[in-house]
């Protein structure tokens, strides 16, 4: 290889670092990346490897420690990442929980989740929301079945496998319909407030629930929709 050549692939080295470290600041500060997860120590590690090849042409020890340390503190972030996700333990309950409604979750957000969750036998009759009034705890249906009402009306039936709230738990807005335990009924229920003070402090949670709850979501709106257009007819 030429001089030209090392010259001109050395430049195209630090170009590329330079614009991954943009991109994993922009994508950090807007709310696509989050610090804990993978691909923001990636990014970061990339970016200073094609900076610190650029060095070879223009060697600046200054700039070149730099580099180095940005090297080594990502790999320590990422050591750290996969530590914790390889330690991070569940319950079958927990397990069942995840399957089904957080496939594919971050383990160790996850179980900063599920630390706020508590398993409870109810009895038949129970109510797990109002229609019109605050949420307070998103409800995870293990086994049994619910009735849902709307203006007093039933207009659904929930069975195992259900979220009663998480629309209203994570936007902290009124329950758009009354949800009843029709029989005895076992559930795990998530405080709505502790839940949202997660959210504030863990970036990219909230987002990344609603991702995994958006399925669910739609199909209860299209319900609610239809149900509200029917009670108007």
């Not at 309950?93 to 706020?116: C, I, M, S, T, Y």
């Not at 709850?213 to 257009?229: G, P, Q, V, Y």
Request: hydrophobic share 45%; charged share 20%; with cysteine.
């Amino acid at each position: 290889m030429n001089d030209f050549t090392t010259f001109a692939v050395a430049d195209m080295a630090g170009l590329a670092g330079v614009f991954f470290y943009i991109l994993s600041y922009f994508l950090l500060q807007i709310g696509v990346l989050a610090s804990d997860r993978y691909t923001y120590p990636v990014l970061n590690l990339l970016a200073a490897g094609c900076v610190l090849y650029s060095l070879q042409t223009h060697f600046n020890l200054a700039s070149a420690l730099v580099q180095l340390s940005w090297i080594a503190i990502s790999l320590l972030g990422i050591t750290r990442l996969y530590v914790i996700a390889h330690n991070t333990r569940f319950s079958e309950q927990e397990r069942g929980f995840l399957d089904r409604k957080l496939p594919g979750f971050p383990p160790h957000w996850a179980r900063r989740v599920l630390n706020l969750a508590k398993w409870r036998d109810m009895a038949a009759g129970t109510t797990l929301s109002h229609q019109a009034e605050p949420v307070s705890h998103l409800t995870y249906l293990v086994d049994g079945t619910a009735d849902v009402f709307l203006d007093g009306k039933p207009i659904a039936e929930l069975g195992p496998g259900a979220l009663i709230g998480e629309i209203s738990c994570l936007r902290d807005s009124p329950a758009s319909a009354t949800v009843v335990l029709r029989g005895p009924a076992r559930v795990m229920q998530i405080d709505a407030r502790g839940l949202r003070q997660l959210c504030r402090r863990t970036q990219g949670l909230d987002h990344m629930l609603s991702l995994s709850f958006s399925h669910e979501i739609r199909d209860k709106l299209l319900e609610a929709n239809r149900a509200r257009a029917a009670l108007d007819l």
